[in-house]
Nanobody
Framework: QVQLVESGGGLVQSGGSLRLSCAAS????????MGWYRQAPEKQRDLVAT???????NYADSVKGRFTISRDNAKNTVYLQMNSLEPEDTAVYFC???????????????WGEGIQVTVSS
């Protein structure tokens, strides 16, 4: 129905930057919300940032002022620009989308497989 593919992760030094991308594909009618979550080893999955179709954004306090989420509705793609990265940002980052598809009139949530971001000190 909806496939989400993340890219752009990797290893970066503390203070560096990375840009994550997530492209959605499938039988999509409309994507209402797109976002990023992250999960560090032995910790729960936490919200990083979300963006609605009209561009309204929401950020976790820990990333405010350092990360910027954006989206391209025409391409069904969401981005996460991460600046001033810290070792505490090390985690697997997951893309998420709340979408309506041809198969279901009501919206459902979809997840990507995740991508590793490692910040060295």
């Amino acid at each position: 129905q909806v496939q989400l593919v993340e890219s752009g992760g990797g290893l970066v030094q503390s203070g560096g930057s990375l840009r994550l991308s997530c492209a959605a594909s499938g039988t999509i009618v409309r994507i209402n919300v797109m976002g990023w979550y992250r999960q560090a080893p032995e910790k729960q999955r936490d919200l990083v940032a979300t963006i609605s179709r009209d561009g309204t954004t929401n950020y976790a306090d820990s990333v405010k002022g350092r990360f910027t989420i954006s989206r391209d509705n025409a391409k069904n793609t969401v981005y996460l620009q991460m600046n001033s990265l810290e070792p505490e940002d090390t985690a697997v980052y997951f893309c998420a989308a709340v979408a309506i598809t041809l198969q279901r009139a009501s919206q459902s949530s979809y997840w990507g497989e995740g991508i590793q971001v490692t910040v060295s000190s």
